[in-house]
């Protein structure tokens, strides 16, 4: 994809005004929509109906309850919002916020390791997937205020913080990550990890084409089924009114599904759990003993996390109690024995075994999660899709076992897991961090520099390092999590879940140098990704110069490091889709920094043909959000905007979207009409036929019997388009437009304010029409 400024001699394009947008449609994206063509959307299937109309619809508008009936505590919407009114929601509620979707995706993992009554106790309840699926939805918004302490000891209140929580062994084998014969996936012992189910392997993500066929479905839905009650975002009335930072649903969707279900890999530890939750329930006959055998599990059993995982996290006791068939007084001595045997990181969880159905008066549907992975839900779909019970769909809970969850998740998490955290930042940044920062931690950083360029030979053929000077086993690909980079590492990654972005940002600064020396390449990009995104996550200002010498550095190492070294396009999408987004909220000239990197991303071919087109998208925002100054809004950007508008509204045209692309060119027609002359585009015959027929065919695939009729009879219709094919000598796919072009309409964004219509029968039709 040549970006704007790159414009190189265009062919003289045109089209018809009745190509079908089948015809449209190339390879890639004819297998994409036949991959999913063999799962029928049932509109009679109101449980799928809500899914996927939660996507598009506000918060509230809707029910709390799929079936409009009965109530919902905590909201059932994956987006929510209605197009123009983001300043009636709270900070934590906009979900197009970027800096809302990272501060949700990046957060303390807890795993949660059940003995089998527990899971029999919690399956009786009706959640088959035992304790963690039930605490999950719940640990997306921690009820109340939680308090959390920066390095330097400043307490900050958050109202929107949160824990996620997996199953032990949850995150493994990623799909960038190439499979390494070594001891990576084997326990202590050396015996490889039992395999994993294929619910566990579809709730990892990381997938970049699991995403894209997830946001295909949910866009087909909303073409298909479109709300017409205007408060849909594809049927809002008036786009004018529409806010700019108002981001599609669908571009949230795809961003919120690539932060889901982050891989446990070893070169960054935010799924490495920072607790786990060690249960048993009043029904089991040995209790003490029964807690020290699944402690042993997961530290030195078969549930032990790989070696590059520090196994010395926090171990979280909780006794679940019966409260329909056992007693309580029992339960009590024994909850004071696990505090004397285990310590105070205990609880008791009083839960109804009992399962509750919606017509009882205190049930409550448990809440749907908003964090799950691409390949999760598109298996929730389409077990809803082949699933005639409309009830099982949507479990319950009593109110009284959603108190208690509530209750016990804010306990664990104000009074245990934060605290533990914070003192492992304290002590690792004490005793490892500030001595890397000191004259002596620089010195060894040279010397491992270069004494590594002299005895890497030597120290490779031994051990695997790089270095004899280094940490790094380059065989095996990883440091050992006792090694100080992996604890600087954990340190970063700790600050950052902390919401610390200062102190953050200076560590994972430090490692970048290290992991260099060391040639630890996906380490390495890792860290630059995370000093970009800490670095933008500041409040502070940050200049033109700063921008240019430091974030233009990092990210160009990191999707360098991610795409040519390592080939992990996951990393390279995310990196990016992060910096543009967090560099167009600082305005002013960053915008366009923005949309670089936005064109850089079409460039690097790591995004399907739906991020293809949702990408375009936001490259139109990018420009929009550069306001000019003075009566002719000098130095804005509307221009590009509209041409990078123009090029989503092709693709999506291309994809058989029409409801998306009518989308587009209601922005175009709105950009184009801010200009001090509205009229400017008239003047280039090419770039003005092209828009012309842009628009016939998108008001063709909405309304075909309407525009057939209105043409008169269909041989008239196709007369007109011939002799339209013959004056312009189109071609006969204008989806050619991408490659030698689009520079064609490049030029777009530059068009002047004025000027007059020359009669191109006198003067030869010049190689750029948009100048």
């Not at 029999?120 to 997937?129: H, R």
């Not at 509750?356 to 908003?370: G, I």
């Not at 972005?501 to 990009?525: E, G, I, M, P, V």
């Not at 998208?617 to 508008?645: D, F, M, N, P, Q």
Request: proline share 4%; charged share 25%; glycine share 8%.
């Amino acid at each position: 994809m040549n970006s704007p400024d790159n414009v190189s001699s265009p062919d003289p394009v045109a089209s018809s005004a009745l190509r079908m947008s089948k015809s449209r449609a190339s390879a890639d994206t004819q297998s994409m929509i036949s991959s999913t063509s063999s799962l029928p959307y049932r509109a009679s299937n109101a449980s799928v109906s809500s899914l996927f109309a939660s996507t598009t619809t506000p918060t509230g508008s809707r029910s709390g309850s799929p079936s409009g009936l009965g109530r919902s505590r905590m909201s059932g919407s994956v987006f929510g919002g209605t197009p123009g009114e983001r300043q009636q929601l709270a900070r934590a509620e906009q979900p197009g916020d970027p800096r809302n979707l990272i501060l949700q995706a990046f957060v303390p993992h807890i795993a949660v390791h059940t003995s089998a009554d527990t899971h029999e106790l919690v399956k009786d309840k009706g959640i088959g997937g035992g304790l963690w699926e039930l605490l999950r939805p719940f640990g997306e918004r921690i009820h109340g205020k939680v308090t959390v302490r920066d390095s330097i000891g400043a307490g900050k209140t958050w109202e929107d913080f949160s824990v996620r929580f997996v199953q032990l062994g949850d995150g493994l084998d990623p799909p960038d990550v190439p499979t390494r014969k070594s001891e990576e996936g084997r326990g202590l012992n050396g015996e490889k990890q039992e395999t994993k189910s294929a619910a566990q392997r579809s709730r990892t993500g990381g997938n970049v084409s699991q995403i894209e066929s997830l946001v295909d479905r949910h866009l087909s839905y909303a073409e298909d089924f479109p709300n017409m009650s205007g408060e849909d975002y594809l049927t809002y009335k008036d786009a004018r009114l529409r806010d700019i930072d108002t981001t599609s649903p669908f571009y949230t969707l795809y961003l919120r599904r690539l932060l889901s279900g982050i891989p446990l890999t070893p070169h960054e530890t935010f799924a490495h759990p920072v607790a786990c939750v060690i249960a048993i329930s009043s029904r089991n006959t040995t209790p003490i003993d029964a807690l020290r055998t699944l402690y042993q599990e997961s530290t030195v059993g078969t549930k032990r996390m790989p070696l590059w995982v520090n196994s010395e996290y926090l171990r979280y006791y909780v006794l679940v109690h019966d409260e329909e068939r056992d007693d309580i007084t029992k339960s009590m001595a024994l909850f004071d024995q696990m505090k004397k045997h285990f310590g105070l990181h205990c609880h008791l969880l009083r839960l109804r075994s009992s399962n509750c159905v919606s017509t009882d008066d205190d049930s409550f549907r448990l809440p749907r999660c908003e964090w799950v992975s691409a390949s999760e839900e598109l298996a929730d779909i389409q077990t809803r899709e082949v699933q005639e019970d409309f009830e099982d769909s949507y479990p319950c809970i009593y109110e009284t076992d959603m108190t208690a969850i509530r209750t016990f998740i804010r306990e664990m998490v104000t009074q245990s897991v934060i605290p533990s955290m914070e003192r492992c930042v304290s002590t690792w940044n004490d005793q490892v961090a500030s001595r890397r920062r000191g004259i002596g931690g620089r010195f060894i950083s040279l010397s491992k520099k270069w004494t590594g360029f002299g005895s890497g030979t030597r120290g490779s053929s031994g051990s695997g390092n790089s270095g004899s000077s280094s940490n790094y086993d380059s065989l095996q690909g990883f440091y050992r999590p006792d090694a100080p980079e992996a604890i600087m590492r954990k340190l970063a990654d700790y600050a950052f879940m902390l919401r610390d972005w200062k102190l953050a940002q200076s560590t994972y600064d430090l490692l970048r140098s290290d992991f260099n020396n060391d040639k630890a390449w996906r380490y390495h990009a890792a860290a630059n990704e995370m000093a970009v995104i800490s670095t933008l996550m500041l409040s502070q200002a940050i200049s033109s110069k700063v921008r240019s010498e430091t974030i233009d550095q990092m990210l160009e190492t990191a999707s360098y490091s991610y795409i040519t070294r390592c080939g992990a396009s996951y990393g390279a999408l995310r990196c990016l889709a992060l910096g543009m987004e967090l560099l167009r909220l600082r305005n002013g000239s960053a915008t366009e920094d923005a949309a670089r990197w936005g064109s850089r991303l079409l460039e690097y071919k790591v995004v399907g043909v739906i991020g293809d087109a949702l990408v375009k998208e936001r490259i139109a925002v990018c420009y929009a959000s550069k306001k000019g100054t003075g009566s002719g809004s000098w130095g804005g950007r509307t221009r590009k905007s509209a041409l990078w508008s123009i090029l989503a509204a092709d693709a999506w045209l291309m994809l058989g979207k029409p409801q998306q692309s009518k989308q587009r060119l209601d922005e175009v027609v709105s950009k184009y009409s801010s200009l001090p002359n509205k009229d400017s585009l008239s003047q280039f015959i090419m770039a003005n036929s092209f828009l012309q027929s842009l628009q016939k065919e998108v008001q063709l695939a909405l309304y075909p019997e309407s525009a057939i009729e209105a043409s008169g009879d269909m041989a008239d219709l196709i007369e007109t388009s011939i002799e339209e094919e013959t004056a312009f000598k189109s071609r006969p796919h204008r989806r050619s437009l991408m490659g030698a072009a689009t520079p064609a309409l490049a030029s777009l964004g530059s068009a002047p304010l004025n000027g007059t219509l020359e009669d191109e029968k006198d003067e030869a039709t010049p190689a750029v029409q948009f100048e």
